[in-house]
């Protein structure tokens, strides 16, 4: 069992729903992250929160919207979503941003989002 | 320039064989952290071993070890004893220097198949 919880854990939507992940972490970490993983490549980093304040945005389209209510939780907001988002969609969780050579990064499972 | 490369797509090895995943890694940073994460069929990414540019020893957890020449620039990953549930995506990443806005770089992941 991972420590960073990912809720749903599969999402089947829309392209004109309004619909939200939800990442939880209770090891204190202040740093949390979003990345989008295509089949069979890489995850690409989306963004990046630093002691719940956005620290990184990777140039991601208006359509993912993420919030950081609290250290704990981290949620990405959906809307108007294109087929070619569909992804795994991870979050992950580290020590400190700044430390972060130093630290590894710990995932969640994932959530797999199909856009119909 | 590719920051971290994995020449090897895919791997074979036979279970209870030890088997070396290859990485190898671009940077001008003096300061950095390479990591490996494996990744199941179901998704979730998880942490395996860390190694730091300026440790002296190489990491080693459990049947993972990093076989780790800075010189040559390579982070080889070694497992030992292979299991059937080491089937699975690996991938290697490096973070660079201190500042907190450097991105975890992943490489393209080997997909190691243990055969019984």
């Known amino acids: 069992d991972t420590e960073v919880t990912q809720t749903p854990k599969h999402l089947v939507m829309g392209m004109t729903n309004k619909k939200s992940l939800k990442c939880e972490q209770h090891?204190?970490?202040?740093?949390m992250y979003w990345y989008k993983q295509k089949a069979k490549k890489p995850p690409e980093l989306m963004f990046v929160?630093?002691?719940?304040?956005?620290?990184i945005n990777e140039s991601v389209p208006s359509r993912f919207s993420p919030e950081c209510p609290n250290s704990s939780l981290l949620n990405l907001h959906l809307h108007a979503l294109q087929p070619e988002d569909s992804a795994l969609y991870l979050c992950a969780s580290s020590q400190e941003l700044d430390r972060g050579r130093t630290q590894p990064q710990h995932f969640g499972d994932g959530t797999r989002l199909s856009i119909l | 320039a590719q920051k971290i490369t994995q020449t090897q797509p895919g791997m074979f090895v036979q279970e209870k064989e030890a088997v070396t995943l290859d990485c190898t890694y671009d940077t001008s940073d003096p300061s950095y952290g390479l990591f490996w994460y494996k990744q199941p069929s179901s998704g979730e990414m998880i942490f395996l071993i860390y190694q730091g540019s300026y440790d002296q020893q190489n990491a080693t957890e459990g049947r993972y070890s990093l076989n780790f020449q800075k010189a040559r620039k390579s982070a080889n990953l070694v497992i030992s004893a292979s299991q059937l549930g080491d089937s699975a995506m690996y991938f290697c990443a490096m973070r660079e220097g201190n500042s907190g806005n450097t991105p975890l770089v992943f490489g393209k992941g080997t997909r190691l198949s243990v055969i019984a």
């Open positions: 090891m204190g970490h202040r740093a």
């Open positions: 929160y630093s002691y719940e304040k956005l620290s």
